[in-house]
Nanobody, 129 residues
Framework: QVQLVESGGGLVQAGGSLRLSCACA??????????LGWFRQAPGKEREFVAA????????DYTNSVKGRFTATRENAKNTVYLQMNSLKPEDTAVYYC????????????????????WGQGTQVTVST
């Protein structure tokens, strides 16, 4: 079982930065056993993939619209995953979710919501013009 709690969302002007955190409580498996992902959902839209990070943290994947602006990292010693968001745009406005999936592969990342079994409650990010 994994419990995920996101934090760090808020209101920021276009061009600004935010860092989201996702604290993970695990039982049975260690945090490093899980590949992690960040997704977002804007009003009236489907949840979409933003970023993913492998168990080791050495492999990452990003949707094209955030490449070069967002960076996913993790600190396995702190059971926490981060999403650093720079040069924010109004179209980045959404509820951001972190997700976890147990993985036997050290460098695996996943893009599909169906691949993740555990989800946080989300944190709102609003980017104003």
């Amino acid at each position: 079982q994994v419990q995920l709690v996101e934090s760090g969302g808020g209101l920021v002007q276009a061009g600004g930065s935010l860092r989201l955190s996702c604290a993970c409580a695990t039982s049975g498996r260690t945090f490093s056993s899980y590949a992690l992902g960040w997704f977002r959902q804007a009003p009236g839209k489907e949840r979409e993939f933003v970023a993913a990070i492998s168990r080791s943290g050495s492999s990452t994947d990003y949707t094209n619209s955030v490449k070069g602006r967002f960076t996913a990292t993790r600190e396995n010693a702190k059971n926490t995953v981060y999403l650093q968001m720079n040069s924010l745009k109004p179209e980045d406005t959404a509820v951001y979710y972190c997700a976890a999936r147990a993985s036997g592969r050290l460098y695996y990342t996943a893009r599909l919501t169906a691949e993740y079994g555990y989800w946080g409650q989300g944190t709102q990010v609003t980017v104003s013009t």
